[in-house]
């Protein structure tokens, strides 16, 4: 006979196969990755991540956890058990594709356009002090 608890479990936010491709993609678009790229690391093909995404198909548990090890986090994160962490600690999309680029360039001129930024930096800081 099953053991009946004192304290009732807390509910668990739903979890939609829409919502969870919604963080998927979110996730993955904050990574710099194409949906190729992580179908890659995945070990599937493009179009079920693209299906993934979009909610048409449900996302067994192995699969979600083989997502959250491709996209760095955890699957509570992926499920929206806890709160998540890859907003503070990545760069967006077009952030990481424009830090790729300029990697890519010769060192003098890395310099030249991180001392760009910098001065830009400086300047937004005293406006908003103003």
């Known amino acids: 006979?099953?053991?009946?608890?004192?304290?009732?479990?807390?509910?668990?936010?739903?979890v939609t196969p829409?919502?969870?491709?919604?963080?998927?993609?979110?996730?993955?678009?904050?990574?710099?990755?194409?949906?190729?790229?992580?179908?890659?690391?995945?070990?599937?093909?493009?179009g079920l991540i693209s299906d993934?995404?979009?909610?048409?198909?449900k996302l067994s548990g192995e699969l979600i956890a083989h997502c959250a090890m491709a996209l760095n986090?955890?699957?509570?994160?992926?499920?929206?058990?806890?709160s998540s962490k890859f907003h503070s600690r990545d760069f967006s999309l077009k952030f990481s594709r424009r830090i790729k680029q300029i990697e890519s360039l010769p060192e003098f001129e890395q310099k030249h356009i991180l001392k760009t930024i910098d001065s830009l930096v400086k300047a937004a800081e005293v406006k908003t002090k103003v």
């Open 1 to 14: 006979m099953p053991q009946k608890f004192k304290k009732p479990f807390k509910p668990l936010p739903s």
């Open 18 to 46: 829409k919502i969870l491709g919604f963080r998927i993609a979110k996730i993955r678009k904050n990574r710099g990755l194409t949906q190729l790229e992580l179908a890659n690391k995945i070990g599937i093909r493009r």
């Open 52 to 57: 993934y995404e979009t909610g048409r198909l």
């Open 73 to 82: 986090v955890t699957t509570d994160e992926l499920l929206g058990l806890n």
